[in-house]
């Protein structure tokens, strides 16, 4: 029995001499310049990063071990193999093993040591690309060599939040260039989801006249910074505001993507233009058109964007004050929610709107603050009860 154990004891051993073997060469901790430089360089920041003296080189000779809890398939592999090849030109040596218990590592977890080798243990696919990123954000070309130079470090992550987006604007002035380079920017630092709002761009079939005739963004080229963000795991959300904002411009500029070249639709708009009319079935089923083209577009995503914001000269026309505005606002956003869920997705809004603007509680929460209220939306929006 004493004999058994000590073999028990001299195998759990092996075990953990292998298992650590890379973090058996890290070392004394490093000083803290030198982990305060690391940790500058990492973002979002890890839940534990520890850095250590000494520095390894990878290259296409290097080994790197990777395990998860389950098989990777080849399709995985081969997956894994591209995104080494476009951080940092090669793919070296790849070892997939299997380790039931990184099941624990949290969502999108992953633990890296780096010593005598690369070492990393990942939930599942999407942890292990979390982990090649913060080793992307780390890693310092090899000065005057080939490869890369990585301090050592044991560093473990996992995702405290599933939803981290980032909401971004195509004005007629953005470029294509300038898009993708804050979708790979949000890849770079971990967002999953981006509403991507275009502002009088979009080149719709539906209704051509939804933009401006010369600024209207190339669909096919449009479509592959789509199939960009899918790439990069990130859920792109489309946004179509379905009330204010119906100019598809800021209010200062005096600008109207539709307007301005197809007055034939004034009756779809509030008299100033800015707002979509609540009562007009027309604009209903003009924006039930937008919406359904712009969501298959964009990938049939699980959420979509009404905007909603800032909508000073909502519900002003003569059909529309005939209504309580309260309730007219909520039977108009719960038939756009309930035509969102149909399409499979849910809704997003911003929130200025449902507060009233003359409870000193919600200052600078209106709008853009109440001093950029119209008169009518301080009528409009007094006492405004809907519940969320
Ligand atoms: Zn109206």
């Not at 029995?1 to 292998?18: D, E, S, T």
């Not at 920017?185 to 209704?207: C, D, M, R, T």
Request: hydrophobic letters at 40%.
């Amino acid at each position: 029995m004493k004999n058994l154990y000590i073999v028990a004891l001299i195998f759990g051993y092996a075990a953990c001499i292998i298992a650590n073997s890379v973090r058996a060469e890290q070392g004394r901790e490093a000083g803290a310049n030198i982990s305060g430089l690391m940790l500058n360089r990492l973002c979002p920041q890890p839940k534990e990063a520890a850095f250590f003296d000494g520095e390894y080189l990878l290259d296409e000779k290097s080994r790197v071990t990777i395990s998860m809890p389950n098989e990777v398939s080849k399709e995985e592999r081969s997956d894994i193999g591209a995104i080494f090849l476009k951080y940092w030109k090669f793919i070296p040596q790849l070892e997939f093993v299997k380790k039931a218990e990184n099941a624990n590592l949290g969502e999108e977890g992953y633990l890296i040591n780096i010593g005598g080798g690369i070492g990393i243990d990942a939930k599942d696919i999407i942890g292990l690309k979390q982990s090649l990123k913060t080793l992307r954000q780390l890693a310092e070309a090899c000065r005057d060599g080939r490869g890369y130079v990585f301090q050592h470090a044991r560093i473990k992550d996992y995702a405290a939040l599933k939803f981290r987006g980032m909401h971004i604007c195509i004005f007629p002035e953005t470029t294509l260039e300038q898009l993708e380079k804050y979708i790979r920017l949000a890849g770079y630092y971990k967002f999953n989801y981006l509403i991507i709002e275009p502002w009088g761009v979009f080149p719709f079939k539906s209704h051509p006249e939804f933009a401006y005739a010369e600024k209207k963004l190339d669909r096919k080229k449009f479509k592959k910074l789509i199939e960009l963000c899918y790439e990069l795991g990130i859920t792109p959300i489309p946004q179509l505001s379905i009330l204010g904002h119906a100019s598809q411009s800021r209010v200062n500029t005096i600008k109207h993507a539709v307007l301005a070249n197809h007055p034939e639709f004034e009756n779809i708009f509030e008299t100033y233009g800015w707002s979509y009319c609540m009562s007009s079935r027309r604009a209903e089923s003009v924006l039930m058109d937008l919406i359904t083209e712009i969501y298959d577009f964009y990938g049939k995503p699980p959420f979509f964007h009404l905007g909603c914001d800032e909508a000073y000269d909502m519900g002003s026309c003569y059909e529309c004050r005939k209504h309580d505005i309260a309730n007219l606002l909520l039977s108009h956003i719960t038939k756009f929610n309930k035509y969102i869920n149909k399409l499979g997705a849910r809704s997003i809004i911003w929130h200025d709107m449902f507060l009233d603007s003359a409870d000193p509680r919600w200052e600078k929460h209106v709008a853009i603050g109440k001093g950029a209220c119209l008169p009518s939306q301080k009528h409009h929006n007094s006492g405004l009860a809907i519940q969320p």
